[in-house]
């Protein structure tokens, strides 16, 4: 099957984060020099304030930017850093590296399960589920940075043969795991080292470290909708927690 590149609206706030972007690596925002200040940001973009600090604070966390009270944001890096931060406080915050990131989808299949894959998915060992696998890259990087394989428990054949069209699984990944239609999301991360197919497709070495992750997704209905595995090539991605005591 031919790939397809998933294509979804971005939020505001990633759109002037993006063009922000694009000046500093263009020269528009030379080195050293201050960028406009939020009130700026937000008078010239017709943003709020809070969409406006946003937008700062993705430039802050990809490295570009150092942003001091009273003394503007300062242009400390022309190039994008090799690595992609997740930064994490929220289900949200969680979720918005599908923003942050480009998912292509390059094939969607019927699956049987085996005995793993089954009890994540609270069904039988043997049975048919939807698989499709991916590969992320970040928006101004060629280069992988984590391959997908996301497992939907689909009792429907009629439903899983029409869905192995990838613009139909996109559409339907797109919309099942969409924030708004989630109420908890699981994570769980561990490490694990790359074997010749996964080195091949992140365009590792055999043997290279990698951050896997398995997520698990329940709707607003409390139905356990996916299970996803994501493996990270560990030069390329860190993961961070912020915790705040309540």
């Known amino acids: 099957m031919a790939a397809t590149e998933q294509k979804k609206r971005k939020p505001r706030y990633r759109e002037v984060a993006d063009e922000l972007t694009e000046g500093i690596l263009t020269g528009k925002f030379p080195l050293h020099s201050i960028l406009p200040g939020e009130n700026e940001v937000a008078a010239q973009y017709g943003l709020s304030r809070h969409t ?26 022309d190039e994008l850093p090799t690595r992609y931060n997740q930064k994490v406080q929220s289900v949200n915050d969680l979720l918005q590296y599908g923003n942050a990131s480009r998912l292509q989808v390059i094939d969607s299949q019927e699956h049987i399960m085996d005995e793993h ?85 992140l365009e590792l070495k055999p043997g290279a470290a990698t951050l896997r992750s398995l997520r698990t997704y329940v709707d607003i209905q409390d139905k356990l909708i996916a299970v996803a595995y994501s493996w990270h090539a560990g030069d ?4 961070s927690t912020v915790l705040t005591k309540v």
Do not use: W
């Not at 390329?236 to 993961?239: A, E, G, I, K, R």
């Open 52 to 77: 406006a600090r946003e937008a700062m604070r993705i430039l802050e966390q990809n490295g570009l930017i150092t942003r001091r009270r009273r003394a503007g944001s300062m242009v400390v890096n």
């Open 117 to 201: 894959i089954a009890q994540l998915l609270q069904s039988d060992a043997g049975k048919p589920c939807l698989k499709l696998d991916g590969i992320r890259y970040q928006h101004h990087d060629n280069r992988p940075f984590a391959f997908t394989e996301i497992y939907f428990n689909i009792p429907s054949k009629a439903t899983r043969t029409r869905l192995q069209d990838l613009g139909r699984a996109i559409k339907y990944v797109t919309r099942k795991l969409d924030i708004p239609n989630l109420r908890t999301v699981e994570q769980t991360l561990t490490a694990e080292n790359a074997n010749g197919t996964l080195a091949k497709v």
């Open 236 to 239: 390329l991605f860190s993961y």
